[in-house]
């Protein structure tokens, strides 16, 4: 919401208007109340370092603000063709089976270019598996 129209400055007007200053006040906070209920959810921030590594050397490295929503968890969902809700056991079978159906192996006789797309998408499989299984902690 614009801020001529958020829910703090109408409530604080109005209040402003029934109860004077004292009704301004509690307007405000009415609204704000408000705002924050009806407001479409903000991505938030956070400083994270690179990686474990940075502090080695005695020097510091750059290091990255990373987004709290993790856009690799949500592709790696996306690959394995499962939604997020699903449970331990239905990520392994998902697993299993995109592993069986793009295994390198199964399409050696098919050539070479057939093979490394095979291992490329193994690849990927295999990464989207370690990546929602480090995220739960199993």
């Avoid at 069986?100 to 291992?119: F, I, M, N, Q, T």
Wanted: with cysteine; proline share 2%; hydrophobic share 40%.
């Amino acid at each position: 919401m614009s801020c001529l129209l958020s829910f703090k400055l109408i409530f604080a007007i109005v209040g402003w208007y029934v109860g004077g200053g004292r009704g301004l006040i509690f307007g405000f906070l009415l609204g704000w109340l408000f705002d924050s209920m009806y407001r479409r959810p903000v991505m938030h921030f956070t400083f994270r370092n690179t990686s474990a590594d940075d502090f080695t050397d005695s020097r510091r490295q750059k290091s990255e603000w990373q987004p709290y929503v993790d856009v690799t968890l949500q592709e790696a969902y996306r690959t394995l063709g499962i939604r997020e809700t699903a449970t331990d056991d239905e990520v392994r079978q998902a697993y299993r089976q995109m592993a069986l159906r793009y295994h390198p192996d199964r399409v050696e006789s098919k050539g070479e270019a057939a093979r490394e797309a095979a291992e490329e998408k193994f690849r990927k499989i295999t990464e989207a598996r370690d990546i929602i299984f480090r995220a739960r902690g199993i």
